[in-house]
């Protein structure tokens, strides 16, 4: 049984790492070893996580973790390493000077969101994105596979042997409930970035229609100018966060699905949002920002509505547009749902998973330069 380790700063159980690809390699006959920041090791669903120290400060977490994570990983023994996170850059780049075969999974632009950066000063933003995306492609040119999330992503590795691994959701059926008011609901980090504030401004352009509708709203929430609003607002209802699979229960209780991304550098750009599938694999009509990818999506499978999600008073008149028009959300819902079936699914992403790994093994996954 070949042995793969794969390194990631994110949650034990995360949608994509631990439920995806970890998964659909253990059932492949592969040995999963999942080094993460946990509590403590243990297996599940086949799965070894062992545990990497947890740091509350960020600079533990970045200068620290990937060299805890380094020693631990060599300790494995793998034939495969598969690392998620840009602090493990270096990680990854030792292991392959190491003689390893190492895969680099990239899920996000990441020389935007440094730029984006609050903590930092604006012109250090940009000099250490600067920094940043020339170090990325320099050194991911020596790992064996890069995986990518979309086409805006590939096109930033078109020279580094990348290949595009969507995280489209698992088929899967969710059962609906009856529910008395049309509910609306967003599942995800309740920040402002995620055009929380604007949901919940819309709600003032919403009074007639207070007794028809709730919205929903699961997630973190460690913003303090939000938690403020939200105890202002008697329509929406802060839920906390929940486990992945227990959302799939939320969305069958639900309408329609929100996703007003604000117009940041690092989300304009954004093709295939995950929250977006995930609605539509429920059978949702999407409440969506109107940005030229999901505008594209949208238009395509004639699954929602595209606003200004800067503009509250845009936000409730799609709202009001999909309340008034019972019928047509739902057709919307299950056109995204067909969609899902027939292309945006996991069933498909898994088997490019699995060549990959069947051609690395094989040793047709040498590095291009």
């Not at 669903?45 to 970045?62: E, G, H, Q, T, W």
């Not at 494995?76 to 895969?103: E, S, W």
């Not at 008697?234 to 209780?253: A, R, S, T």
């Not at 238009?299 to 503009?311: A, H, I, L, M």
Request: proline letters at 4%; a positive charge.
């Amino acid at each position: 049984m070949e042995k793969i380790c794969v390194l990631t700063m994110h949650r034990p159980f995360d949608d994509r790492i631990f439920h995806k690809e970890c998964k659909t390699l253990s059932r492949a006959g592969y040995m999963v070893i999942l080094l993460v920041p946990h509590t403590n090791d243990e297996t599940v669903d086949n799965i070894m996580l062992k545990r990497l120290p947890i740091y509350r400060s960020r600079a533990m977490k970045f200068l620290y973790l990937p060299i805890r994570a380094l020693f631990s990983a060599m300790k494995q023994n793998a034939r495969v390493y598969h690392f998620h996170d840009p602090a493990f850059i270096i990680t990854g780049l030792l292991l392959k000077i190491a003689g390893k075969c190492v895969i680099y999974d990239v899920h996000e632009d990441y020389k935007l969101k440094i730029a984006e950066k609050s903590y930092l000063i604006s012109p250090l933003r940009r000099i250490l994105a600067r920094i940043f995306d020339i170090f990325e492609k320099i050194v991911s040119r020596f790992f064996n596979r890069i995986i990518v999330v979309d086409n805006h992503l590939l096109s930033n590795f078109k020279s580094h042997n990348a290949v595009k691994i969507a995280n489209f959701p698992p088929i899967m059926e969710v059962k609906k409930r009856e529910h008395e008011k049309f509910v609306f609901i967003y599942a995800g980090g309740i920040t402002q970035e995620r055009g929380i504030l604007q949901i919940i401004k819309a709600v003032e352009y919403l009074r007639e229609y207070s007794d028809k509708i709730k919205i929903i709203l699961l997630g973190n929430c460690e913003d303090e100018q939000i938690k403020d609003a939200l105890g202002q607002s008697k329509i929406v209802e802060y839920l906390g966060n929940k486990p992945w699979q227990e959302v799939f229960n939320f969305y069958g209780n639900a309408d329609a699905g929100l996703l007003l991304l604000q117009p940041t550098s690092g989300y304009y750009y954004i093709e295939n949002p995950v929250k977006m599938f995930e609605y539509m694999v429920a059978g949702l009509p999407v409440l969506s920002s109107d940005f030229p990818g999901l505008r594209k999506l949208i238009s395509e499978n004639n699954c929602g509505v595209c606003v200004d999600p800067t503009d509250p008073k845009q936000i409730a008149r799609g709202m009001k547009y999909l309340v008034d028009n019972p019928d047509e959300a739902k057709r919307m819902g299950e056109n995204g749902r067909k969609a899902i079936l027939e292309k945006y699914n996991w069933e498909n992403e898994s088997k490019k998973l699995l060549k990959i790994y069947s051609e690395i093994l094989k040793g047709k996954g040498e590095v291009f330069n």
